[in-house]
């Protein structure tokens, strides 16, 4: 598939009013969290109407953590997802078959400082988040990435508003995942959050295209 200059996503949306906010923002992707220890946790029928309602407008993202591979499986072929990201370390069986169910774009999330060595041929982003995925701390970057990638990185991990243009131009990623920084309270996004975070993003991210 032919890859997108850059890439703005909005994780945690559980609902079909904050999915729709999250569309009319210009935003490329909604990450729904399938794992059942997040306090963002959707349910497969709320899932399901967010992917009818605007899986036209952006792509809807299966975010998995702490499941079996069968789960992942069935829940990708339950929904229809094309797009996954997953937290922990994938057979090569289950890559296989998720490009068999119909998924074009799988996204390896780590932390950032993680040393695990990847076939990075296997995933089309590597997503650098924070040590405890979702709870809005800020990574401590410094001035660079700690490594390099052969796919393209999207970085998270406490993004928001005031700090995702400046981590951009720092960085210098694809992408960038915002979370607890898009939100009123875990799990329910403010739409002036959201607004800014996805035009500041949006702005540093194709400045950093032309420079």
Same mark, same amino acid.
């Given at each position: 598939?032919? /890859? ?12 079909? %009013? ?14 729904? =969290? ?9 349910? &497969?029928? =709320?899932?399901?109407? *967010? =992917? ?6 952006? $792509? ?5 953590? $702490?499941?079996?591979?069968?789960? =992942? ?5 339950? /929904? &229809? ?5 997953? $937290?922990? %370390? ?24 993680? %040393? ?9 982003? *590597? ?28 970085? %998270? ?17 694809? @992408?960038?995942? @915002?979370?607890? @920084? ?6 329910? #996004? ?17 400045? #950093?295209?032309?420079?």
């Amino acid at each position: 598939m032919t /890859l997108m200059p850059s890439f703005v996503k909005v994780c945690g949306v559980t609902s079909v %009013a904050d999915a729709s906010m999250v569309a009319r923002s210009g935003a490329d992707a909604l990450g729904l =969290i399938f794992a059942p220890e997040s306090r963002r946790l959707v349910g &497969h029928d =709320i899932a399901r109407q *967010i =992917i009818v309602e605007c899986g036209a407008a952006l $792509h809807c993202v299966g975010v998995f953590r $702490h499941q079996s591979e069968d789960d =992942i499986l069935s829940t990708v072929a339950s /929904l &229809h997802l094309s797009w996954v990201q997953l $937290h922990d %370390a994938p057979s090569r069986e289950l890559l296989q078959d998720l490009r068999a169910a119909g998924v074009t774009f799988v996204i390896r999330a780590l932390a950032y400082d993680d %040393a695990t060595t990847l076939d990075d041929e296997f995933f089309d982003a *590597i997503l650098l988040d924070a040590p405890q995925p979702g709870s809005g701390a800020l990574v401590a970057w410094g001035d660079t990435l700690p490594r390099s990638w052969s796919r393209p990185v999207i970085i %998270a991990g406490g993004l928001n508003d005031s700090n995702v243009a400046e981590l951009v131009y720092t960085l210098s990623p694809w @992408g960038v995942d @915002g979370a607890s @920084g898009t939100e009123k309270s875990p799990g329910v #996004k403010d739409g002036e959050k959201v607004a800014s975070f996805v035009r500041n993003a949006r702005v540093a991210l194709e400045g #950093k295209e032309d420079s």
